[in-house]
DNA sequence: TTGAAAGCGCTAACAT
DNA sequence: ATGTTAGCGCTTTCAA
């Protein structure tokens, strides 16, 4: 005789066999259902003959634990929600590559503490959500993008500050945060660029308020200049729709300006290789006349001409923060500075 | 008085309120449990006066529905699984930026249906995992990513036929897929060539058995030369560690064969971008003397020089096709080919 | 229109 | 070492 009382219909119906339970395997197993369940997740307990049969039997049956089902009780889900935030209406090629691979080191980190990940593009803000772990799709969350969107983080500021919650890349600095070591990261482009034999050091990038990231890389770089008694002198910038843009801009502005220069450290990658247009339609050569660092590590730097020296933070050591920080849930850890490390290619002598 | 026989350990006692439930709800709003469910879910039978005190009542407890819980019972979980597969041990910053412009198309295309996308990056054998269908994780599952990881496209290999599993990328030519219109996107890149005024064309490129996607590719170019009454001649490859190399390795040989040419189409982006170099080494001036088109429409071919002319993909319709097949669960238009086109930048004059 | 009760498929506390 | 029996939090017949 089956389980009693939990019957399903179809249960004493052969034709209408619904998928296959723990109830089904412990039938024909001839065991209590508790028993499977015990048995299928290697509960010491349980014999291992009567493992082995169940096991057999399950499988014959094509029986598989419901996840959902067996973590409803526990009330975790097992999964972790990472949103990415871009800039509104961009599509999905010009989405910044340094996020899509801190999102690749992201789940992996997730998939080492064993737990999945639910990711979602959140740029428009008919996609604004974030009620994953109230709504338990997810028992903690990762919030990571470019702080250009201003809106997106607008709408998730208030998860910010639980303990929960880690992010990268917020607009906001009164939060905890795990961003890129960006002080050093400035330092280091600076005593490498002086190192090559510049001197007229300018910072190309904005530095407001809103741009925390930046702002620290230019203060890194700032410091690092008078350590030596020298002025970093004003940063440039320009507006663009887009980094690249802004960094053509910004150095098309400074060559106009008649300021000398022979060092360029732009404040991210995509800058920088603006920056590398403006300064090849000016006939300006790199190295030989100008030196240029930006930061951030994209690939398309790799290939672009020259390719591009820039300051790489560790993707996976970022990833392996974020998810630590989002599962700590105690406050432990949550406000992290990843390392930093110089990659020579050949914009800088 | 409370929700009988259901009552949890610390109902009764204050000290201990666990989470909130719709009993709480229920109990506080008057009415049965089961009528706050309706009234959430917005259940016509539900009066509005009701509904909105059960609402109101919701939100002063900080109530939010369980999403698994509410799904366990109609057996659906709402979420995609999405498996990327890179090279074998590469870091999140060498991943082809096509499988992530794929893999965020996925993302937003899943969102348009209604559905949360459960992503897992899956390039070494200890992460190799499928099951989520049969774990009631998801509902369907989309395989995408290189083809050059035979191993993991082997162990995934027997999903690619169900039709609750839809893929992009598999080196095998045996299943339904969906894919860019190679064929279309070879004959352009010939036909531009040739309207660029170059002659002699070769192909870059490997065309055996395992890449489906570039043997189409190289027979649209052939037809195209076919139809001017030209021959296309035998394509070049070379082997190499990553893709760029070896289209860098490849021309390097080209270059060193005496044989003959002025225009390359080479099967892929990253593979463009080494024949840039090598044609750069040579100083072989792009597109002056040799024009070159490659495939994918890669950010890093916009920023080479000289910036790459390119065949690429209709990324959003592919993450829509992708989703559409995998949940289609009937086979329909499940098999696919993405329209391309050409982007034009500075390789062909 | 709302309430009562029976599950969804599994885990876990309590027995034996 | 295994069986009993409650639930996990919600949806959904079935009544009223």
């Known amino acids: 005789m089956p389980h009693h009382g939990r019957s399903r219909q179809g249960m004493t119906d052969p034709v209408h066999k619904s998928r ?175 190192q090559g034999g510049y001197h007229d050091l300018v910072f190309i990038g904005g530095v407001d308020d809103r741009q925390t990231q930046f702002r620290d890389r230019y203060t890194g770089f700032c410091n690092a200049l008078a350590n030596v008694g020298k002025s970093a002198g004003t940063p440039v910038d320009a507006a663009g729709s887009t980094r690249v843009e802004q960094g053509r801009n910004a150095v098309d502005d400074l060559i106009a300006s008649g300021r000398t220069f022979d060092g360029l450290f732009c404040c991210c990658d995509a800058m920088a290789l603006g920056a590398l247009q403006a300064l090849a339609k000016a006939e300006i050569r790199v190295p030989e006349q100008v030196g240029v660092i930006g930061f951030d590590g994209l690939t398309s730097g790799a290939h672009a001409s020259p390719p591009l020296t820039t300051i790489e933070p560790d993707f996976k050591l970022a990833g392996t923060m974020l998810v630590d920080a989002a599962l700590a849930g105690d406050g432990t850890n949550t406000d992290g500075r990843i390392p930093v490390h110089i990659v020579e290619r050949a914009s800088v002598s």
Request: hydrophobic share 40%; proline share 3%; net charge neutral.
């Open 20 to 194: 296959v339970t723990s109830f089904d395997v412990a039938e024909k197993a001839g065991v209590n259902q508790s028993t499977v369940s015990r048995a299928l997740k290697g509960d010491p307990a349980i014999t291992e003959k009567t493992r082995t049969r169940i096991q057999l039997v399950a499988q014959q049956l094509g029986y598989r634990v419901d996840d959902r089902a067996a973590r409803l009780r526990g009330g975790k889900t097992g999964t972790i929600a990472v949103i990415v935030i871009a800039r509104s209406g961009v599509d999905f090629t010009e989405i910044n590559p340094f996020h899509y691979n801190l999102l690749g080191s992201v789940c992996a980190a997730a998939a080492a503490r064993g737990y999945q990940a639910l990711v979602s593009f959140q740029s428009e803000p008919e996609s604004y959500y974030s009620d994953y772990i109230e709504s338990r799709q997810a028992d903690s969350l990762i919030i990571l993008g470019t702080s250009t969107n201003d809106a997106a983080w607008q709408f998730h500021r208030p998860l910010l500050d639980r303990n929960d919650v880690s992010s990268w890349g917020s607009p906001f600095g009164d939060h905890r945060r795990i961003a890129s070591d960006n002080l050093t990261g400035g330092r280091l482009a600076a005593e490498r660029l002086l």
